[in-house]
């Protein structure tokens, strides 16, 4: 071997040692910086949450739904969406067939109790002796008639899969033992079920301001020369990047994150080909959530590669980031308590046209699940409006993924440019606050 080769090959050596180095050091500062919690930790936050939410919560929402009785029936791995966020940590799913039952007292209390041998967790009391009433199903139904509920609430919804969660069989097997007086008092669970998933409380909002935190801290790194190598790196690549550093942080994500690419001279509008290099003068846009302590994130952010001449973005990009933040504005403007989804579509749309710009809003709620319950403003294929989703009306202690686009046309590049951003906040006391800073700057990306 000569001796060029023995220098090139020692300088790949020091090349990699440096870069592992990197790595491990932008890790650690994630690690460190937002404190992820270990396991057993996450499992106290989780349960001291959920007892909380159900004291603070729970009587209003019952009230407000004009509910007495809220059955949640779920067997082992086939669970119903709401009843899983009643679970202690400790569950990591239903038992046997686990049913759980709120019960709206006269002192405007809420009783929680499981049909169960045990408690489950610390919120709901054990409520079957099985020595006494080998029949869980009859065990119930002695329950429901001590209580003597005016409307009892199941899981069933016309507008919301996450709250349509009672299954056939479970139904079936109820009303074949429940009395025909108590059979006409069943109504569905919606209107308490949705407002169960789509209320924060304050110890809720922190957490999720700090899941947004580390979600955008995620993105920096991963829009950055710690990972790509202009002419290099592939789209692909960073996909799984997003997905190997969330696993490695002992995170989640609830979707597969999706890197897209835009540039000057490319006939697609937009590219997701996991074999696309990743070039200087590249526009890169990432959509990418965790999920942590029950809780979701959604984040929409561009970054731009800079070419060897570039120490910015060109002006015409980051006019149109600006295009984008107006259209959030223009979005955000809209919400108030009581007005529906679609009407805050259709107000937004017009605005936003009349302001010269061409958008595009598909704003959900977020919590639990991160296309979660609740008000829901447009879909990407539904710009006038969403049946049933879009026609719930906006509540108080509220989080959404304000997500949207904004097509601009560039002179520079002699085509449309589109502009995908997504950002998560809470509604509370008639305005809107996002969960951490907003993007108003593109991600730079050196060349190299």
Known sequence: MSKIDIYKKLYLLLALSL?????????QNLQTEF??????????????????????????????????????????NNEDPVLKTFLPATWLAARRRTILVFSLLEDNTVKAEAMSRYDVGKVFTKAWDKEYQPDQMRALIELIKARNPNRIALNQSD???IADGLV????????????NQYRERVVSAEELAVSWLETRIKEEVELQKHMVALTKAIIKQGFSNVVIRPRKTKIGDLVWWFRDKVNELGLQTWFQPSIRLQRKYKKMAVSEDPEEIILP????????????????TDIQQHAYVLKQEEKQAPKFLINSLKVGNQLQDILTSQFKIGISGNEILSKSREQALLSGIKPMIYSHPLGYHGHGAGTTIGKWDSQHGVAGEGDRV??????????????VYSEEWQKDVMIMLEENALFSQGKVEYLAPRQKQLILINYK
């Open 394 to 407: 906006l509540h108080d202690n509220t989080a959404y993924a304000i997500e949207l686009n904004a097509t």
């Open 35 to 76: 404190n992820i919690l270990s396991m057993q930790e996450r499992a106290n936050v989780i349960d001291r949450i959920l007892s909380k939410r159900v004291d603070l919560l729970m009587p209003k929402l019952m009230k407000q739904a004009n509910v007495d009785m809220w059955i949640l029936i779920s067997r082992e």
């Open 281 to 296: 003068g590249d526009l890169l846009h990432v959509d990418f959530g965790i999920s942590y302590l029950r809780l979701n």
């Open 19 to 27: 870069a592992s180095f990197s790595w491990a050091y932008a890790e």
């Open 159 to 161: 507008n919301y899969e």
């Open 168 to 179: 056939a069989t479970d139904k079936e097997l109820l009303f074949s033992y429940l009395p």
